[in-house]
Antibody, heavy 117, light 111 residues
Framework: EVQLVESGGGLVQPGGSLRLSCAASGFTLSNYWMHWVRQGPGKGLVWVSRINTDGSSTNYADSVKGRFTISRDNAKNTLYLQMNSLRVEDTAVYFC??????????WGQGTLVTVSS | QSALTQPRSVSGSPGQSVTISCTGTSSDVGGYNYVSWYQQHPGKAPKLMIYDVSKRPSGVPDRFSGSKSGNTASLSISGLQAEDEADYYCCSYAGTYTVVVFGGGTKLTVL
C-alpha cells in the first residue's frame, strides 16, 4: 500500500524558513516523479513543485521560484521541500504526492504551515 | 484565479447523475491527454478518481467516468450516493514550463 507521511510544518514568522519532509513507503520511491501541492485555508489546490526520479530535474510554480527547493533522498525514501523567505500567503496545508500519469496521484495527509508574526 | 475553470457547485439527488466540467486551453487540457480528477472530503487529503482523462485507479467505482472534448474535460458520476458529496478538482499537465494546473474545485451536494 502506498503511504506518504509529511512532517515539518509549523508556525514561522515572515521571512523565516522551514523544511518539510515526506516519508514514502509501500513503493520504490526512486521509480517515481514526486510533487508538492498546497492548499490555503478554505482555498483550492495549487501545484508547487515536482522532481524527477533521480533529482536531476525540478520545476516550480512562479509563486515559489527562487524561494523553495525540492529535493529527494531515494536511499532514505524521503522527499523534501526547503522553504525560505516565507510569506504570509504561503500559509497552507502542504501535500506531497506520487506521480500518476505526469500528475499528482497518491497523496499524503498533509502538513500545516502557518506564516504569521 | 485558477488556470482551469470549474463550476463552483453542482447538485443531484441520490441515484441521479451529474457531470462536472473543467475548461482550459490548448496549452493544457486541449494539448495533452493528461487530465486527472480528485475527490476531497473536508479535512482529508485528495483522492485520485480519474487519471489520463478516463482511466480509473483500482478501487474507484465505475460510477465515476472521465472524458475530454477539445479544451474541456468532464467528470461524470452516475448513481449518486451520499458519500459522493465532496469537493472535486480537475488537474491537467500544461507543458514543461507551467507543468501542472488545477481547477478551482466544484462542491458536489447530494440532496
Amino acid at each position: 500500500e502506498v503511504q506518504l507521511v509529511e512532517s515539518g510544518g509549523g508556525l514561522v514568522q515572515p521571512g523565516g524558513s522551514l523544511r518539510l519532509s515526506c516519508a514514502a513507503s509501500g513503493f520504490t520511491l526512486s521509480n517515481y516523479w514526486m510533487h508538492w501541492v498546497r492548499q490555503g485555508p478554505g482555498k483550492g489546490l495549487v501545484w508547487v513543485s515536482r522532481i524527477n526520479t533521480d533529482g536531476s530535474s525540478t520545476n516550480y510554480a512562479d509563486s515559489v521560484k527562487g524561494r523553495f527547493t525540492i529535493s529527494r533522498d531515494n536511499a532514505k525514501n524521503t522527499l523534501y521541500l526547503q522553504m525560505n523567505s516565507l510569506r504570509v500567503e504561503d500559509t497552507a496545508v502542504y501535500f506531497c504526492a506520487r506521480d500518476v500519469g505526469w500528475l499528482p496521484g497518491y497523496w499524503g495527509q498533509g502538513t500545516l504551515v502557518t506564516v504569521s508574526s | 484565479q485558477s488556470a482551469l475553470t470549474q463550476p463552483r457547485s453542482v447538485s443531484g439527488s441520490p441515484g441521479q447523475s451529474v457531470t462536472i466540467s473543467c475548461t482550459g486551453t490548448s496549452s493544457d487540457v486541449g494539448g495533452y491527454n493528461y487530465v486527472s480528477w480528485y475527490q476531497q472530503h473536508p479535512g482529508k487529503a485528495p483522492k485520485l478518481m480519474i487519471y489520463d482523462v478516463s482511466k480509473r485507479p483500482s478501487g474507484v467505482p465505475d460510477r465515476f467516468s472521465g472524458s475530454k472534448s477539445g479544451n474541456t474535460a468532464s467528470l461524470s458520476i452516475s448513481g449518486l450516493q451520499a458519500e459522493d458529496e465532496a469537493d472535486y478538482y480537475c488537474c491537467s499537465y500544461a507543458g514543461t514550463y507551467t507543468v501542472v494546473v488545477f481547477g478551482g474545485g466544484t462542491k458536489l451536494t447530494v440532496l
